[in-house]
Nanobody, 127 residues
Framework: QVQLVESGGGLVQAGGSLRLSCAAS????????VGWFRQAPGKEREFVAA????????YYADSVKGRFTISRDNAKNTVYLQMNSLKPEDTAVYYC????????????????????WGQGTQVTVSS
């Protein structure tokens, strides 16, 4: 059984920073990777960032490029999302998701590329 557990959310003022963590247990994602998505009230879940478990490939939504950084610690089976220069529009529940294997037919930015999901962590950015 795969478990993904997010942590690090909270309340921060605009311009501040937070670091989210996603700890994976049960199996690794050696042929796939981990993504971060977010969902604000009344909005659809949207892609934020993703990283392949092996190699240096990272992917970012345009809205977070230059502000967010995704990284991983393979030894700890943990993926991080460093969020800087936070804006009120970044307020959402953030979810991490794991893919054992990325398929060519499904882009890594699509939620359907991921089989395993965490419970989410709330990020609130005040203006």
């Amino acid at each position: 059984q795969v478990q993904l557990v997010e942590s690090g959310g909270g309340l921060v003022q605009a311009g501040g920073s937070l670091r989210l963590s996603c700890a994976a247990s049960g199996r690794t994602f050696s042929s796939g990777g981990v993504g971060w998505f977010r969902q604000a009230p009344g909005k659809e879940r949207e892609f934020v960032a993703a990283i392949r478990w092996n190699g240096n490939n990272t992917y970012y939504a345009d809205s977070v490029k230059g502000r967010f950084t995704i990284s991983r610690d393979n030894a700890k089976n943990t993926v991080y999302l460093q969020m800087n220069s936070l804006k009120p529009e970044d307020t959402a529940v953030y979810y991490c998701a794991g893919a054992v294997m990325f398929l060519r037919e499904i882009p890594v930015v699509h939620p359907g590329a991921y089989r395993y999901w965490g419970q989410g962590t709330q990020v609130t950015v005040s203006s």
